[in-house]
């Protein structure tokens, strides 16, 4: 059973404007969440986090907003750029438990 | 730190075959995790060590498959016998802390054929 969930397997933002990437979860435990970006045939790289205790984290272009009571979470770029084309993974976890990740979303941000 | 390194980048290997995956993680780091992603199921957790001991395992598919940690700076992921629906690229990766962004090796691409 898919505990982690991102429905949008593709997404196309044009340069400048704001990438969205959303996920869903359905383990109301899960309170560490984490954001990775992957390159074609690169290991992922670890981009953002997010603790239960938060509903907001920023980091340059990148903030990822939590919403606890609707079990959603979503990165989001502003303003993308190409260099931001990748697959994005969420990821999450209960205290002490494993990571469980989402399918992943390939962003391609165009020129 | 060259960051977590994995060999071999590629395998091709009939099935029925032992494959053997190997990673080394960055120095200093207490955790160890393998992954497998394949396009039906994304990146799933295999198994994860905390200061070489196991400590989950439940994401390892079946007996086929087997880790093993005998020292810090070493990993490796064994199949055996491999199968045709194992042909997937794995990943091992490396944190300080559990709780810590893990860093990804570049993956084997495993294909059984």
């Known amino acids: 059973d898919q505990q982690v969930k991102q429905n949008s397997p593709s997404l196309s933002v044009q340069e400048g404007r704001i990438s969205i990437l959303n996920c869903d979860y359905t383990?109301?435990?899960?309170?560490?969440f984490l954001w990775y970006k992957k390159y074609p045939a690169e290991g992922p790289t670890f981009l953002i986090s997010?603790?239960?205790?938060?509903d907001k984290n920023e980091d340059g272009r990148f903030t990822v907003f939590l919403n606890k009571s609707a079990k959603h979470l979503s990165l989001h770029i502003v303003p993308s750029q190409p260099g931001d084309s990748a697959v994005y993974f969420c990821?999450?976890?209960?205290?002490?438990?494993?990571?469980?990740f989402g399918t992943g979303t390939s962003l391609t941000v165009i020129p | 730190d060259a960051g977590v390194i994995q060999s071999p980048r590629h395998e091709v290997t009939e099935m029925g075959q032992e494959v053997t995956l190997r990673c080394k993680p960055i120095?200093?780091?207490?955790?160890l995790f393998w992954y497998r992603q394949t396009m039906m199921r994304g990146l799933e957790l295999l198994i994860y060590?905390?200061?070489?001991?196991?400590?989950?395992d439940s994401g390892m598919p079946e007996d086929r498959f087997s880790a093993k940690m005998p020292n810090a700076s070493f990993s490796t992921l064994k199949i055996q016998p491999s199968e045709p629906r194992d042909s997937a690229v794995y990943f091992c990766?490396?944190?300080?802390?559990?709780?810590?962004?893990?860093?990804f090796g570049q993956g084997t691409r495993l294909t059984v054929v």
């Open positions: 990766a490396s944190s300080l802390g559990a709780w810590a962004g893990a860093f």
């Open positions: 383990n109301s435990m899960f309170d560490y």
């Open positions: 997010i603790s239960s205790i938060k």
């Open positions: 990821a999450a976890s209960a205290v002490g438990n494993q990571f469980y």
């Open positions: 120095s200093g780091h207490d955790y």
């Open positions: 060590f905390n200061n070489n001991v196991p400590i989950d």
